[in-house]
């Protein structure tokens, strides 16, 4: 198959497809499991810690929105710190980052073939279970291959089916909500709720992979910021609505493993649990093909700055999209998929995220400081954020808080899959330094 240069991705993202592909993204698997572990960490403090969360990620987001109006190119937080520190640092960006969206695809693939195993059990285990996660990449992954404009479309199915789901469950649970549920004894400690913050930070994330796919966006320099801030906006309110719910209605919410399906079969039924069964199994979907969309173009953009080889940014002749790195990102999602795990990749996925997130915030200063210098040679934000600076450091320092309540074991992993990426990039600086 014949390969076009890497001018020729499409820009077929329309910004409302753009809204829902950061909404589908955040609205994943995490609601369907955290609000009864965030509850036995804090109990009903755990409205608070989405507040809070909820608080941080808008801080965040807020210099996302004006470092990613100065691009227009594909690779998101990749291109933003590699503009802003130099390659070194954008390329570890680029690797940390792909490396955790391949290990929560793998995660929630799992966690898919676990809801499916209620329909048929045989689907848990064996090669019933690898038959199916090998169906679901398979098919994922040919659907972004033919095109963006068709992946797009099936985004924004998924994302509306999301939203009449879990909708439909916070506002009729809304009704049935026993207000003498809400008691609100002594604060928590300090460990355990900065963990539900932790914890919450995974769900509220997505907007950072909804931006890598930049140069396939209609004038992404207005449409990513605007709709960074109108996703943000939606999430935080749906997530409030579903704790409410599952605190008011369900009385053992912390031993919980399925706290939506078992609240919605207390006030509706067992047609209700079957409900948010099926549910589950389209939002966990609906995940997976949103990152299928997303991880590719993340090779995609470093083979485009040199940082890789060159063939992971081929365009494919017909359909114009990056099918070489749409094929080696799917081959090792399956390959993990097959024997990942799921709440492991969840903690450290976010430890990786909260790092690109500090360093993405950081990199807000420094190009409002080159555009003073340099005007001629650096781009001009078209979403300016009053205070940025201020909000770029006090983001920044939450994000280091958030890191410091991390175990050793993910921490470790983290500077390990560091440690390759360094030796990776030294690698293709000697080979082309060699040719």
């Not at 090998?134 to 089916?161: D, E, K, P």
């Not at 039924?269 to 389209?282: E, N, R």
Request: proline fraction near 5%; charged fraction near 10%; charge should be positive.
């Amino acid at each position: 198959m014949k390969s076009q240069s890497p001018a020729s991705l499409v820009r077929g993202i329309r910004p409302v497809d753009f809204v829902a592909l950061i909404i589908n993204i955040t609205i994943g698997a995490g609601i369907l499991g955290l609000p009864s572990k965030i509850y036995s960490l804090v109990g009903t403090y755990s409205l608070l810690a989405y507040g809070v969360s909820a608080g941080v990620v808008t801080l965040i987001i807020l210099c996302f929105a004006e470092v990613s109006s100065r691009f227009s190119g594909t690779g998101g937080p990749y291109l933003y710190t590699r503009a802003a520190f130099g390659p070194l640092v954008g390329f570890e960006v680029g690797w940390l980052f792909w490396l955790s969206r391949v290990a929560s695809f793998a995660s929630i693939c799992n966690l898919f073939v676990s809801y499916a195993a209620f329909f048929r059990p045989e689907l848990g285990t064996g090669w019933g279970r690898i038959g199916l996660i090998t169906v679901l990449v398979v098919g994922l992954a040919a659907i972004n291959w033919i095109g963006v404009q068709r992946s797009a479309r099936v985004n924004n199915m998924f994302t509306v089916s999301k939203l009449l789901v879990i909708g439909l469950f916070a506002i009729v649970g809304l009704f049935f909500v026993d207000k003498h549920a809400f008691t609100f004894p002594a604060m928590p400690d300090y460990k355990p709720f900065s963990q539900a913050v932790l914890l919450l930070i995974f769900t509220f994330s997505g907007f950072d992979v909804a931006a890598i796919p930049s140069g396939e966006i209609q004038k992404p320099e207005r449409t990513v910021p605007i709709s960074l801030l109108i996703a943000i906006g939606t999430v935080t309110v749906l997530f409030m609505a579903v704790q409410i719910v599952c605190i008011g209605t369900l009385p053992n919410l912390a031993g919980s493993e399925r706290p939506l399906a078992d609240a919605a079969q207390r006030f509706i039924g067992p047609a209700g649990g079957l409900f948010i069964t099926v549910a589950a199994l389209v939002t966990a979907l609906g995940t997976l093909h949103a990152l299928m969309l997303t991880g590719p173009r993340l090779l995609f953009a470093m083979a485009e700055q040199g940082q890789l080889p060159g063939v992971l940014a081929a365009t494919h002749s017909r359909f114009r999209t990056p099918h070489v790195a749409i094929l080696v990102t799917a081959a090792l999602k399956l390959i993990l998929a097959v024997t990942g795990t799921f709440i492991y990749a969840l903690t450290l996925s976010t430890l990786i995220r909260l790092s690109y997130f500090a360093l993405t915030c950081a990199a807000l200063p420094v190009l409002r400081q080159r555009e003073n210098k340099m005007p001629s040679e650096t781009p001009v934000a078209l979403f300016t954020v009053a205070g940025g600076s201020v909000i770029a450091l006090l983001a920044v320092g939450l994000c280091v808080w958030l890191l410091s309540n991390s175990s050793g074991r993910e921490a470790r992993d983290v500077a390990i899959a560091g440690t390759l990426g360094l030796l990776l990039f030294g690698a293709m600086r000697w080979r082309k330094a060699g040719s």
